[in-house]
């Protein structure tokens, strides 16, 4: 017989988890973070226990996550932030570095980051995403770091 474990409840470790936040489509990021703080909240995370941090941008998300890794000893981190399609390809750039640069550092520090960067091709696309008809991935990244936190005391 199998043993499977999941993260979906139990004891959260004691500590800071940051969230870092993009200014950059200001409307669209307070959104996600206001998601996030209230998932970790509702999740037992003391609200004296949540660093917020603002980044003019998405292409800041990933140093910054660093340094609160190393300076800040955290838990665990949220990234948010929207990147919108424009008429470049500067978006596709964007989007793929950070995302690989985030995955990288979460393997190497062993440290959950919630993964909460819109990639989207237009503003509804955005709004929908950020507590529209398609939920809010402010919340869902928020609920991962939460889910990896839980896991990572059984194995």
């Known amino acids: 017989m199998s043993i499977e474990r999941t993260g979906l409840d139990g004891k959260l470790p004691k500590g800071r988890i940051a969230i870092i936040a993009s200014?950059?489509?200001p409307a669209i990021c307070d959104s996600l973070v206001k998601a996030a703080v209230a998932t970790l909240c509702e999740a037992g995370v003391d609200s004296q226990s949540i660093v917020v941090v603002r980044v003019p941008?998405?292409?800041e998300l990933p140093l910054v996550a660093r340094k609160m890794i190393d300076k800040a000893k955290?838990?665990?981190v949220v990234t948010l932030g929207c990147v919108i399609k424009g008429e470049t390809t500067h978006d596709e750039h964007i989007n793929r570095a950070v995302s690989l640069?985030?995955?990288q550092l979460s393997i190497e520090t062993r440290i959950p980051i919630g993964f909460g960067l819109l990639t989207c091709n237009t503003v509804e696309q955005a709004l929908q995403r950020s507590g529209g008809n398609v939920g809010n991935k402010g919340e869902e990244a928020a609920g991962a770091v939460i889910e990896i936190l839980r896991l990572d005391s059984q194995l």
Do not use: D, H
């Open 23 to 25: 200014r950059y489509n």
């Open 74 to 76: 955290v838990i665990g």
């Open 101 to 103: 640069s985030l995955m």
């Open 57 to 59: 941008g998405a292409w």
